[in-house]
């Protein structure tokens, strides 16, 4: 077993953190309080290939395996986990579905566009009456001659406010469906963004279908099949979660390092106090062990074969550790972690969302419990 | 003699109770009470009537707490001290079925036993029976006139003048004092009791010390007024309201559907 | 051993229940979003005499004493952190230095305003380099006739931006340091050298100033040294101690308010064709979080007790801010959990009570400095002392 990134990797690695450095970091704090998406750095990060980043060249993609794309994730995430969960929707949920399952018109016609950062994917699953359980999608696909029109609402639609294509997920008549729907399309509307907690340049919105209509050519997938499209890409959205959640540790870790060694109170550093010790070692053990997870989580991704139990053991742990460690972090930091002009109230907002995007932590119990427990034959219901 | 009266009940407090049509009966899970709310609303008046000047010729104003019913313990009377009264009477007595018929005789002693008062001010109607019926049958007992359903109520120089809330609208309405008076709920705000006051009432010390009294019953009328006139003889509940309809869809199609339903309430 | 409240105190809660739903819940998502405080509430609280809760009412208060001011932390935090903070601020620090420790006349002069909420007062200790080592303060006090001249400033001040009075904590022998060296001065804020310098941009609590205050050549009279010259220390110390009890109050209502929430939120919202009550994740988070928040009201009402007794309470008020404010962060995590993705949007009040619940094991002393004080007073019961 080699436990080293190849040499490329680590180049990657390092200029992922040139760019995040020189692009993100300057301006996470303003785009968190204006609560805007992060268009500028988008552009910027499409300019670096990284909008196509696992893409195939043919598809003017950089070619990224997935453990170098988790490095990205994981960079962007220690600067801006907003800027990180964008990008990642965009890639996992949405380009990637369209390259695993698309036929080559759809992938010709939408992949390269994506890769190019023309236009921004946004993933449409979650519905406020479903947010985990497929049986309650109430969002509706009629076939009508060569069109399918689409009728429902989704809510927290990733990237929805500026998106440029759509993968909108709906009931057709043998099950639930994957269509992708241009952002122009009519009876196509945008709606509402909720202001959230955390990741607040993320945008997350509500979308409208009424009446619209996309061609039976934009169905992704075989009819009635759209279910495991979802499931693929939210165990790959999974894995890039963890590692924002390892970006946003990371990053908190060495925010209240730093601090510890300059905070002087009762004639020394507060380094030197055993309370404060203990905090950072134990932060430290489990970046440590989630950064494992993650790199081997991503690294079966690039080995073909199944990964959705790992992919749901890795965000389960990522999420566990990124609320807990940004919440001891900024307990290092007292009065300024609570200060909105230092960084840390930001990463613990944003830390807080990944027990719940992507599924909620308790779903991803159920996931690992269901896996072992079918090793001795018994089936669990959620 | 006390210048203004306040009648001042209770009544569960009704997110402690639970209806279970299957079982036909209400079950209590928490047994908290709240003062009637149209019963504050009478006092609140009072006291507006009592801070802008005396409502007869009396070197000072008085306003007195009488419990509407017969009560287990003065826990609305105190209530009703802290909050502005100058003193309270609690009724005693072992009376089953108290009802509004009986207590308009019992508070008309009271009343006499008093001297008589200027005013009686009480709450329209109670939130549990939505029954009106004890500021009418008290102002009988007392021969005084009746002034029922106000909105508004000021009180001087021996006349109360009220607005009343009617089928068709506003209505001005004058008496000479004494008067009983009913007021509705929810147009006054009632103030809040002042807090050293309310700690001074319960724990029956300083200016509080003496603020309430109890009295008898028994020692009010004879035994045959505590005949009540309502018997009892069993409950039901109306039958179950119909549903709303959960609306969904994109905004322009629930707003669409809820101005249709609104639009056959109307015709209906 | 008699566990009920008094029937005054049940009065009371359900008088501040009244105002605190009819008049504090209402305004409680505006104040956060607007950044303001609620100077309107903080009137109608003074008016019926709940900013003087605790004091005797002699001086104007209320003569609910200790566990009548848990009540009021208790309720108001229920409905709104940022409310609890400017009250708690106001009654358990600021004014409380001036009952513990003040004369006669001093008392007259600020107390009364202050019990009968036509004034508002501040607490001012923290500085830049003191904060949890809260003796390494600098600003200055240097006596100069009948007057002392205040240079310096202070950080975090909890009402700093619209108190009327404060009581400030300055250095008057920078050899004795805090053994000896620190006065306490009552500070009106329209004298000529005080100033509010900015208010911070917090991540919770919005609805509260915290402001930093700067004292050029501020002239302070000599009769408005609180307390004996030099023992400001021990002055601070005993209001801090007072101050700390009730945050456990307030803890106490948020972690109340939270399990609410996730009560009736795990009864309503169905997944998998099923309520949420019905899922044994969830069953186990309410049945954990109830526990804890009975173990914290028996622990507050108690020590509330002992202080309205006489009986020593630091270790245990200690206690009482430690383990209410990590109930209070516990609780509302489970609370944002239950909801789901709803809890971390802005249209619930959960995602604001989550960021509001966070400070509380910062302020008023952090957590690691109550587990400091705890540690030390076990300590010493046992012969030894232990440095922090």
């Given at each position: 077993m080699d436990f080293t990134f190849s040499e490329e990797q680590e180049m990657f690695r390092s200029m992922f953190r040139d760019f995040s450095a020189k692009e993100v970091a300057p301006k996470a704090e303003e785009i968190d309080h204006q609560e805007k998406p992060p268009l500028d750095i988008l552009r910027k990060a499409a300019s670096q290939g990284f909008l196509g980043a696992t893409l195939p060249e043919d598809y003017v993609g950089a070619a990224l395996d997935y453990v170098s794309y988790a490095l990205l994730i994981e960079t962007l995430a220690h600067d801006c986990m907003s800027v990180a969960v964008t990008l990642a929707t965009h890639v996992s949920l949405v380009a990637m579905s369209i390259l695993e399952t698309g036929t080559e018109a759809q992938k010709e016609e939408w992949l390269p566009p994506l890769a190019a950062g023309e236009m921004i994917g946004a993933f449409a699953l979650t519905e406020p009456d479903a947010g985990s359980d497929a049986a309650a999608l109430q969002a509706r696909a009629t076939l009508d001659g060569d069109e399918v029109v689409l009728e429902g609402v989704k809510t927290w639609v990733a990237n929805g406010g500026i998106a440029g294509l759509f993968l909108v997920f709906?009931?057709?008549?043998?099950?639930?469906?994957?269509?992708?729907?241009?952002?122009?399309?009519?009876?196509?509307?945008?709606?509402?963004?909720?202001?959230?907690?955390?990741?607040?340049?993320?945008?997350?919105?509500?979308?409208?279908?009424?009446?619209?209509?996309?061609?039976?050519?934009?169905?992704?997938?075989?009819?009635?099949?759209?279910?495991?499209?979802?499931?693929?890409?939210?165990?790959?959205?999974?894995?890039?979660?963890?590692?924002?959640?390892?970006?946003?540790?990371?990053?908190?870790v060495e925010v209240a390092a730093q601090f510890a060694t300059e905070r002087v109170q009762f004639g020394v550093p507060i380094a030197q106090k055993q309370a404060i010790q203990s905090y950072v070692a134990e932060a430290h053990v489990e970046v440590e062990a989630l950064r494992y997870l993650v790199y081997h989580a991503a690294w079966l991704v690039d080995q073909g074969g199944e990964f959705s139990f790992d992919a749901s053991v890795v965000k389960n742990f990522g999420a566990r550790v990124a609320r807990s460690v940004t919440n001891r972090m900024l307990q290092v930091l007292g009065g300024y972690g609570y200060m909105e002009d230092y960084p840390m109230a930001r990463k613990y907002r944003d830390a807080r969302a990944l027990g719940i995007i992507g599924g909620p932590t308790e779903l991803y119990h159920v996931r690992v419990a269901q896996r072992i427990f079918s090793e001795w034959n018994v089936e669990i219901t959620p | 003699m006390p210048n203004i009266i306040v009648l001042i009940g209770r009544v569960l407090d009704p997110s402690g109770i639970v209806f279970n049509r299957r079982a036909g009966r209400l079950f209590v899970n928490r047994e908290e009470y709240l003062l009637q709310p149209a019963d504050r609303c009478a006092l609140e008046a009072a006291l507006r009537i009592k801070e802008a000047g005396r409502p007869k010729e009396s070197p000072s104003a008085e306003v007195v707490a009488l419990p509407r019913t017969l009560l287990p313990d003065d826990d609305v009377l105190r209530q009703a001290v802290a909050t502005g009264a100058d003193r309270a009477i609690y009724l005693a007595g072992q009376v089953a079925n108290a009802d509004d018929a009986l207590m308009a005789r019992v508070l008309a002693a009271v009343?006499?036993?008093?001297?008589?008062?200027?005013?009686?001010?009480?709450?329209?109607?109670?939130?549990d029976t939505g029954q009106g019926q004890l500021g009418p049958r008290l102002a009988e007992a007392l021969g005084w006139p009746q002034i029922v359903d106000v909105w508004h109520v000021e009180a001087a120089d021996g006349r109360v003048r009220a607005v009343r809330k009617g089928k068709d609208g506003f209505v001005a309405v004058e008496a000479d004092l004494p008067a009983v008076v009913t007021v509705l709920p929810g147009v006054l705000k009632p103030r809040y009791p002042d807090g050293a006051r309310l700690i001074n009432v319960y724990r029956g010390v300083k200016e509080m010390a003496n603020a309430l009294e109890q009295w008898d019953v028994a020692d009010l009328v004879e035994?045959?007024?505590?005949?009540?006139?309502?018997?009892?003889?069993?409950?039901?509940?109306?039958?179950?309201?119909?549903?709303?309809?959960?609306?969904?869809?994109?905004?322009?199609?629930?707003?669409?559907?809820?101005?249709?339903?609104?639009?056959?309430?109307?015709?209906? | 051993m008699d566990f009920?409240?008094?029937?005054e105190h049940v009065a009371l809660r359900r008088m501040i229940r009244e105002f605190a739903e009819t008049e504090v819940a209402p305004i409680a998502?505006?104040?956060?979003?607007?950044?303001?405080?609620?100077?309107?509430?903080?009137?109608?609280?003074?008016?019926?005499?709940?900013?003087?809760?605790?004091?005797?009412?002699?001086?104007?208060?209320?003569?609910?004493?200790?566990?009548?001011?848990?009540?009021?932390?208790?309720?108001?935090?229920?409905?709104?952190?940022?409310?609890?903070?400017?009250?708690?601020?106001?009654?358990?620090?600021?004014?409380?230095?001036?009952?513990l420790d003040g004369s006669e006349e001093q008392k007259r002069k600020y107390l009364v305003p202050l019990a009968r909420g036509e004034k508002m007062a501040a607490f001012g200790l923290t500085e830049s380099n003191a904060g949890s080592d809260a003796a390494n303060i600098r600003t200055r006090a240097v006596r100069e006739g009948d007057s002392w001249i205040l240079d310096g400033g202070k950080v975090y001040i909890t009402n700093g931006g619209y108190a009327h009075v404060i009581t400030v904590m300055a250095v008057t022998d920078p050899a004795l340091g805090a053994r000896g060296?620190?006065?306490?001065?009552?500070?009106?804020?329209?004298?000529?050298?005080?100033?509010?310098?900015?208010?911070?941009?917090?991540?919770?609590?919005?609805?509260?100033?915290?402001?930093?205050?700067?004292?050029?050549?501020?002239?302070?009279?000599?009769?408005?040294?609180?307390?004996?010259?030099?023992?400001?220390?021990?002055?601070?110390?005993?209001?801090?101690?007072?101050?700390?009890?009730?945050?456990?109050?307030a803890g106490l209502g948020g972690a109340q308010a939270a399990l609410e929430w996730s009560v009736r939120w795990a009864k309503t919202r169905k997944q998998f064709g099923t309520e949420l009550a019905n899922k044994q994740s969830v069953q186990w988070m309410i049945a954990n979080l109830a526990t804890e928040i009975e173990a914290l009201r028996s622990l507050v009402y108690r020590v509330a007790w002992m202080v309205d007794a006489h009986q020593p309470f630091t270790q245990l008020a200690a206690m009482c801010k430690m383990y209410g404010s990590e109930v209070g962060s516990r609780a509302i995590d489970v609370a944002l959990q239950i909801h789901g993705g709803l809890g971390y949007t802005r249209d619930f009040p959960?995602?604001?009570?989550?960021?509001?619940?966070?400070?509380?094991?910062?302020?008023?002393?952090?957590?690691?400095?109550?587990?400091?004080?705890?540690a030390s007073n076990i300590f010493r019961d046992y012969g030894v002392r232990i440095r922090p």
């Open positions: 709906a009931q057709g008549p043998q099950g639930v469906e994957a269509f992708l729907v241009p952002q122009d399309t009519p009876g196509l509307t945008v709606g509402y963004r909720e202001p959230t907690l955390g990741l607040r340049s993320v945008p997350f919105n509500t979308i409208y279908l009424e009446g619209c209509r996309v061609p039976v050519a934009n169905r992704l997938g075989e009819p009635g099949k759209g279910w495991v499209i979802a499931q693929r890409a939210q165990d790959r959205m999974a894995v890039a979660l963890a590692a924002a959640g390892l970006g946003v540790a990371r990053a908190a | 009343v006499e036993r008093l001297g008589g008062a200027d005013l009686v001010l009480t709450g329209a109607t109670t939130l035994a045959q007024a505590l005949k009540p006139l309502v018997e009892r003889r069993g409950q039901e509940f109306p039958a179950e309201r119909e549903r709303g309809a959960r609306v969904s869809g994109t905004p322009a199609q629930m707003a669409q559907t809820v101005a249709e339903a609104l639009r056959q309430r109307v015709r209906r | 009920t409240f008094s029937p998502a505006e104040i956060d979003r607007e950044h303001k405080v609620p100077h309107d509430v903080l009137h109608k609280l003074g008016q019926i005499g709940l900013l003087g809760v605790c004091f005797p009412q002699e001086y104007g208060g209320m003569g609910a004493g200790e566990a009548g001011y848990c009540i009021l932390m208790e309720e108001l935090g229920r409905v709104c952190t940022s409310t609890a903070t400017n009250v708690g601020a106001h009654i358990g620090i600021g004014a409380m230095a001036i009952h060296g620190v006065t306490a001065f009552i500070v009106e804020t329209d004298w000529p050298g005080f100033k509010v310098a900015r208010e911070e941009d917090k991540m919770g609590i919005r609805g509260t100033s915290t402001a930093e205050l700067v004292f050029e050549e501020l002239r302070v009279p000599h009769e408005n040294v609180l307390g004996k010259v030099g023992e400001g220390f021990v002055a601070f110390m005993r209001s801090l101690d007072m101050g700390r009890l009730t945050l456990g109050a959960i995602e604001r009570a989550f960021r509001d619940a966070r400070i509380a094991e910062i302020f008023e002393g952090t957590n690691e400095i109550q587990r400091i004080v705890i």
